[in-house]
């Protein structure tokens, strides 16, 4: 029977073999490659930890306010399972290949608390180039001084989404600062209409090959008009200026999100799962 020595913790003498994992598989990789890429392997810089299985990292997690299985066998994902179970639950979701959070869930249903929710069926989908669609003229990247206009629609957005209101907790202290983090760095992009937002996107994860494209909304009031279309070309062809594959995943009962996407070009690539805390 094949054993696998447990779970280590990576340092950033290990971050050359580090970078190869991640750059083979850039699509999927891209919300941990960002990261490590400025940051390098630090956990106080990088916001949480890599963690590797066997000589050349047959098994890669990364673990911070999201757990995220980068590769692995299921011997090494038990690896993962045992390391996660003894520091308990700090993240807020596990998402990542279904292949890989399935089964890594699996392992970890049994010891942490239920999940919130879990969305097994999630297409991750890709496009290297411009949209095949007309991309909005009027949306562009939110200005610092604008960021109380765009906060509301943010809040709006992720409260529909995840299902629960980011403010909680802290008043939404956290929550603005991340948010003023992607407008500060021009990665926040909407279409304003009297002052008010009706359609955002952001580019939540940035690598040196792809831009993870994150908070597609529109206005509730006019939904059905073209606008997440044309909003999210307009973000496609701003990361095809910068040389980066778009990418992104949609929940599966998104039937009209999924309609949408295709018509911009996109097409999958694989399959993410996201269980919710």
């Not at 750059?23 to 990088?46: N, T």
């Not at 299902?163 to 202290?173: E, K, L, S, Y």
């Not at 200026?241 to 309609?259: E, H, P, Q, T």
Request: charged share 25%.
């Amino acid at each position: 029977m094949l054993r696998v020595a447990g779970a280590r913790l990576l340092d950033d003498r290990d971050r050359a073999d580090v970078c190869a994992v991640l750059e083979s598989d850039p699509v999927a990789a891209c919300m941990v490659a960002a990261r490590v890429e400025v940051a390098g392997l630090d956990p106080w810089r990088l916001g949480g930890e890599l963690w590797g299985v066997g000589s050349r990292f047959d098994g890669l997690c990364f673990s911070g306010a999201n757990l995220v299985p980068l590769r692995g066998e299921r011997a090494a994902l038990r690896s993962f399972a045992d390391r996660a179970r003894r520091y308990g639950r700090t993240c807020s979701s596990l998402v990542g290949r279904a292949e890989l959070v399935l089964p890594l869930w699996d392992d970890l249903a049994g010891h942490w608390a239920p999940a919130r929710e879990v969305r097994a069926d999630q297409p991750l989908m890709a496009l290297a180039g411009a949209p095949a669609v007309a991309a909005d003229p009027y949306v562009r990247a939110v200005r610092p001084d604008e960021l109380d206009r765009y906060l509301p629609a943010a809040v709006a957005m992720f409260t529909e989404e995840v299902g629960i209101d980011p403010r909680a907790g802290d008043g939404g202290v956290g929550y603005r600062s991340r948010v003023a983090e992607l407008v500060a760095a021009g990665r926040a992009f909407a279409r304003f209409e009297g002052g008010e937002v009706v359609f955002k996107a952001e580019i939540g994860a940035l690598s040196r090959q792809v831009g993870q494209i994150q908070g597609v909304w529109v206005h509730p009031s006019l939904r059905g008009q073209g606008l997440g279309t044309a909003g999210t070309a307009a973000v496609v062809e701003r990361l095809a200026a910068l040389g980066r594959v778009s990418s992104l995943y949609v929940n599966g009962f998104n039937r009209v999100a999924r309609s949408a996407y295709d018509r911009i070009g996109f097409t999958q690539v694989g399959s993410f799962a996201t269980i919710l805390f």
